[in-house]
């Protein structure tokens, strides 16, 4: 989708039981949206709308892999340093927190965010688009740039990297696609289009509890 396409289709009236301010204003600081608001316009409109009002690609937390975290020896005295993450195998830890589990990003820019609205910065502290608060992810981890022909992610040159499939990112843009597993240290994220994560959460709200 171009950027014109995108301003077009955000400038449409919005379907039955959506906010016409658009997904950019259920953003907290951090970038993620509530998925309960998520889940109850799923239950008020079609899929149509639904993809119209979120016009981008998600990050839907899945998994905490298990492994350890040390403190680099060269960081002796320094602030806010980044833990390097050894991965312990290839199987996700059993007790993934709830919140990484409930975390959605939309690759949206927030109200107040600077910089170009196509480019998303990803990274631990505040100034970063989408923000993972956790001791092995890099104060400016990676970016995923929203294009003409789709998304594509690269990583900053992180403590820990970033893995897309289990393939390490470089500097060079990766292009990715529906249901790509993304890594950025030990956190794992499904990289969802709009009409998948539509899929996943009528699912969801139509499955029995317990």
Do not use: W
Request: proline content about 8%; glycine content about 8%; some cysteine.
């Amino acid at each position: 989708m171009t950027h014109h396409d995108e301003k077009a289709s955000s400038d449409r009236p919005a379907g039955p039981g959506l906010m016409p301010a658009g997904i950019e204003a259920l953003l907290n600081a951090s970038g993620r949206v509530d998925p309960r608001l998520l889940a109850r316009l799923v239950e008020t409109c079609s899929e149509a709308d639904f993809v119209r009002f979120m016009r981008r690609p998600v990050l839907a937390g899945l998994a905490l892999q298990a492994g350890s975290l040390e403190q680099r020896q060269d960081g002796i005295g320094v602030v806010n340093q980044t833990f390097v993450f050894a991965l312990h195998g290839e199987e996700p830890h059993e007790s993934t927190p709830e919140a990484l589990k409930r975390a959605i990003y939309p690759l949206v820019k927030r109200t107040d965010a600077a910089g170009a609205s196509h480019i998303l910065t990803i990274g631990c502290i505040s100034d970063n688009d989408l923000v993972i608060p956790d001791m092995a992810i890099s104060k400016h981890h990676a970016i995923i740039e929203i294009g003409p022909d789709g998304c594509s992610i690269r990583d900053r040159g992180s403590t820990n990297g970033t893995l897309v499939n289990s393939t390490p990112v470089g500097a060079k843009p990766l292009p990715l696609k529906d249901v790509d597993i993304i890594a950025f240290a030990r956190y794992e994220f499904f990289f969802l289009t709009p009409e998948s994560l539509y899929e996943r959460l009528a699912i969801t709200a139509s499955s029995p509890p317990g």
